[in-house]
T-cell receptor, first 111, second 116 residues
Framework: QKEVEQNSGPLSVPEGAIASLNCTYS??????FFWYRQYSGKSPELIMS????GDKEDGRFTAQLNKASQYVSLLIRDSQPSDSATYLC???????????FGKGITLSVRP | NAGVTQTPKFRILKIGQSMTLQCTQD?????MYWYRQDPGMGLKLIYY???????DKGEVPNGYNVSRSTTEDFPLRLELAAPSQTSVYFC???????????????FGEGSRLTVL
């Protein structure tokens, strides 16, 4: 059973702080990794993807991947109240784009 | 741009009833998926399809059926609805596995189903 684990939440940070969201996965054959954001009552939307070890930056978001430790994280710099949402980690082992999702962590950014 | 369209958005069913959740996409994606999301449980894959005429089971297929007669449409059928099927259902589509877009799913707005 392929598993994706995320920190139990919720996570609360003040506006302007760095939010750090973590995820571990069990399948060493996993090839691609994703962070989806889901606002309350809405559908998930892709915000970051990462395929190789290291960091990938996109605006205020940085995804970090360490395949040896089977660990992927998302850093949100200068957090804004609009970042308040549930963040889902997803992992793809390459078979038919079937993603395994974590349970998600709810982030709350306090003004 | 419509993207992925699901209907209905809300539905209440009685135990034992059947219904079909409709899903259509206009992005010419080969891959389509049905997920269910229960509170605090993330997304669980029910069924997926890699192209017209091809479907396969995901993690939680029991109590559901699918068909894929066209690239655009991927309906999900619930037979003999049970309270355990109360959930939010998301249809999604994606590009094929080749290339850098693998795993980028485009989701519909969801269908909230309650079985009483």
């Amino acid at each position: 059973q392929k598993e994706v684990e995320q920190n139990s939440g919720p996570l609360s940070v003040p506006e302007g702080a760095i939010a750090s969201l973590n995820c571990t996965y069990s399948d060493r054959g996993s090839q691609s990794f994703f962070w989806y954001r889901q606002y309350s009552g809405k559908s998930p939307e892709l915000i970051m993807s990462i395929y190789s070890n290291g960091d990938k930056e996109d605006g205020r978001f940085t995804a970090q991947l360490n395949k040896a430790s089977q660990y992927v994280s998302l850093l949100i710099r200068d957090s804004q109240p609009s970042d308040s949402a549930t963040y889902l980690c997803a992992v793809n082992n390459g078979a038919n784009s079937k993603l395994t999702f974590g349970k998600g962590i709810t982030l709350s950014v306090r003004p | 741009n419509a993207g992925v369209t699901q209907t209905p958005k809300f539905r209440i069913l009685k135990i034992g009833q059947s219904m079909t959740l409709q899903c259509t996409q206009d992005m010419n994606h080969n891959y389509m998926y049905w997920y269910r999301q229960d509170p605090g449980m993330g997304l669980k894959l029910i069924y997926y399809s890699v192209g017209a005429g091809i479907t396969d089971k995901g993690e939680v297929p029991n109590g559901y059926n699918v068909s894929r007669s066209t690239t655009e449409d991927f309906p999900l059928r619930l037979e003999l609805a049970a309270p355990s099927q109360t959930s939010v259902y998301f249809c999604a589509s994606s590009y094929s596995t080749s290339g850098s877009r693998t795993g980028e799913l485009f989701f519909g707005e969801g269908s909230r189903l309650t079985v009483l």
